[in-house]
Antibody, heavy 120, light 111 residues
């Protein structure tokens, strides 16, 4: 059974850097065909895919946010860390991490989500 | 990469069938058979209900079905039930650089 859980601050100030950790079990990010994605959803709005990291270390970022995003994967700890710089109130959202099936490109397991509010 | 276009809302009575469209371009839906659909109940995480255009994960009701024609994908819910009331999002692979895009979301209301 695959499980994922997001952890990090619930409140950040404008211009600060957000660091979120996805801790997962039930799969290895070292296995071929596996990826972990970060997706966010502002209150009342649609899902937006932010970033992906794959078993081979390859990474993909949203074009509109790529200058603000970094990923770090720790295969031994079963964790993926997302860092987003220069936070703004418009970045207030629920942030999800999810397991990606690379051969098919779909997210088949999701974390519960972490609500992050950006406010001074 | 712009979001895929979905109707904001669709409604139906119990037992009826409804269809949600998801319109993209030849760079996403039209170019790949990697269309997926997600169901999201309020306060819960999204749940995969369709992948690869028309495949259901284990445990998902066969009342959910998917299809694709050209640049438009569709999700059909047959025998609508109260528990189907939720938000639905499509998603598609978009190629090597932009990689993935979600739809704008559709709220399904069971009358």
């Amino acid at each position: 059974q695959i499980t994922l859980k997001e952890s990090g601050p619930t409140l950040v100030k404008p211009t600060q850097t957000l660091t979120l950790t996805c801790t997962f079990s039930g799969f290895s990010l070292g296995s071929r065909g596996v990826g972990v994605g970060w997706i966010r959803q502002p209150p009342g709005k649609a899902l937006e895919c932010l970033a992906l990291v794959f078993w081979d270390g390859d990474e993909r970022f949203s074009r509109s946010l790529e200058n603000r995003l970094t990923l770090a994967k720790d295969t031994s700890k079963n964790q993926v860390v997302l860092t987003m710089t220069d936070m703004d109130p418009v970045d207030t959202a629920t942030y999800y991490c999810a397991h990606l099936q690379y051969f098919g490109w779909f997210f088949d397991s999701w974390g519960q989500g972490a609500l992050v509010t950006v406010s001074s | 990469q712009s979001a895929l276009t979905q109707p904001a809302s669709v409604s139906g009575s119990p037992g009826q069938s409804i269809t949600i469209s998801c319109t993209g371009t030849s760079s996403d839906i039209g170019g790949y058979n990697s269309v997926s659909w997600y169901q999201e109940h309020p306060g819960e995480a999204p749940k995969l209900i369709i992948y690869d255009v028309n495949n259901r994960p284990s445990g998902v009701s066969n009342r959910f079905s998917g299809s694709k024609s050209g640049n438009t994908a569709s999700l059909t819910i047959s025998g609508l039930q109260a528990e189907d009331e939720a938000d639905y999002y499509c998603g598609s692979y978009t190629g090597f650089t932009t990689f993935y895009v979600f739809g704008s979301g559709t709220k399904v209301t069971v009358l």
